[in-house]
């Protein structure tokens, strides 16, 4: 955490100096200068090869420890021969419109910050003005090391806390935290290690005279800015509300308007299939007609040219008709067995004529074996047997054999 540390500060006759601010015949023992914090008889190092310095002259304190107080020390008289800058209180804060976090003395060192800080959300509010202070009383407090933790000042019987963040060199790792619970400023000098090796006292004290190395880290005054940050809070989050209240309801506006439309084309994509099936069944109507229409001509001609033998009985689709000689069955060409012109054999009638004369010899020979009981296939038994339509003579080897009579 610490480093090598080359002390610049000194002190002589109750008054803190830098060993920049001695002459080349002060050298050693001769600059007259004590530790600043054990008071032990320092020398002055003002050597051509390394950073002038001061160093204890026999074992002395910490090193740290005296750079520190001689740090603080050269502040505590500078704020008592000065006005001291006090920079303006800024109060950083977010404002999240989607969601309302409530400032609360429990949260509020978390949702409320004194360093500046940007982004698309955040806002500030100003809750003190920079001026300079002369005050009444300083002291330099220690921590149970004998290290300088803070700066107390008082002015009109208010304490502000000072904390000094020291050079890189001199710790590398420092966190400036707040002291107790005072208002706290942060003088950064963390960056300034080769600027205060080469200052004097003038120098010193322009270095606390900038404002640009004061910095708030803690204030009594930031839960101060919680109504006003809760009341900003709010109103962002009741007007993203009604914001989306808003896109809702368009969003509700535009699917109703969507289903509107939708169910007019249904709609009228109902009635043009409704209008076409009209028109398709018109249309099937005025063929029908006209079907009905040939095919009564076609009838009507049919018959009166199917009574004249010879004639050749030809339709308006180009078929043939021809009249049955047995059954008197009048039908197209490809339903008779033989025809000549319009006279001819249909089918069934020639199939009737082809069974019977394939079953007389076979009636014959069945004859006397059923008069025998002999089924006339196999050779077997014949039983009678009730069906479903009633008696019959069957086989005795049925299922092998299927011969069935009626009584």
């Known amino acids: 955490m610490f480093g090598e540390v080359k002390n610049p500060f000194g002190l002589r006759n109750g008054v803190h100096i830098t060993v920049n601010d001695l002459s080349e015949t002060e050298r050693g023992l001769a600059c007259n200068c004590v530790c600043p914090l054990c008071k032990d008889p320092f020398e002055a190092r003002l050597g051509n090869i390394r950073i002038h310095h001061f160093a204890h002259s026999g074992e002395g304190c910490n090193e740290v420890s005296a750079y520190l107080m001689g740090l603080y020390g050269f502040f505590k008289d500078f704020i008592r021969s000065h006005n001291c800058f006090i920079p303006e209180l800024i109060v950083y804060y977010s404002v999240n419109e989607t969601e309302y976090v409530r400032v609360t003395p429990d949260n509020y060192l978390s949702q409320l910050w004194l360093r500046p800080k940007t982004g698309p959300n955040i806002k500030s509010q100003t809750l003190s003005r920079e001026h300079n202070i002369r005050f009444d009383d300083v002291e330099i407090v220690l921590n149970k090391n004998q290290r300088p933790e803070a700066v107390v000042a008082t002015y009109k019987g208010k304490r502000i806390a000072f904390v000094i963040s020291p050079p890189d060199t ?238």
Request: glycine share 4%; charged share 40%.
């Open 170 to 407: 001199v710790c590398k790792d420092f966190v400036a935290k707040p002291y107790k619970d005072l208002a706290t400023l942060e003088i950064l000098l963390s960056k300034k290690a080769d600027l205060i090796s080469r200052a004097n006292t003038e120098m010193m004290n322009a270095i606390f005279s900038d404002p640009k190395n004061y910095e708030w880290i803690s204030s009594p005054l930031l839960y101060s800015a919680a109504n006003r940050v809760n009341e900003e809070r709010e109103e962002a989050f009741r007007l993203h509300q009604v914001a989306l209240e808003k896109i809702r309801i368009q969003r509700e506006e535009t699917r109703k308007k969507q289903e509107e439309l939708l169910q007019r084309q249904r709609e009228q994509l109902r009635k043009e299939l409704e209008k076409k099936q009209r028109e398709e069944e018109e249309r099937e109507k005025l063929h029908r007609e006209r079907e009905d229409r040939q095919e009564e001509a076609d009838r009507l001609l049919i018959a009166e040219k199917i009574k004249v033998p010879g004639e050749l009985v030809v339709d308006s689709h180009g078929r043939r008709w021809i009249q049955c000689v047995l059954c008197g069955k009048i039908a197209i060409e490809n339903e008779f067995w033989t025809y000549q012109y319009n006279r001819g054999k249909c089918k069934a009638c020639g199939r009737l004529k082809s069974e019977a004369e394939m079953d007389k010899p076979r009636l014959q020979e069945e004859k006397p074996l059923r008069q025998a009981n002999v089924c006339p296939r196999c050779g077997g038994k014949l039983i009678k047997r009730m069906g479903k339509n009633g008696e019959f003579i069957g086989c005795s080897n049925f299922p092998n054999c299927r011969y069935s009579k009626s009584v």
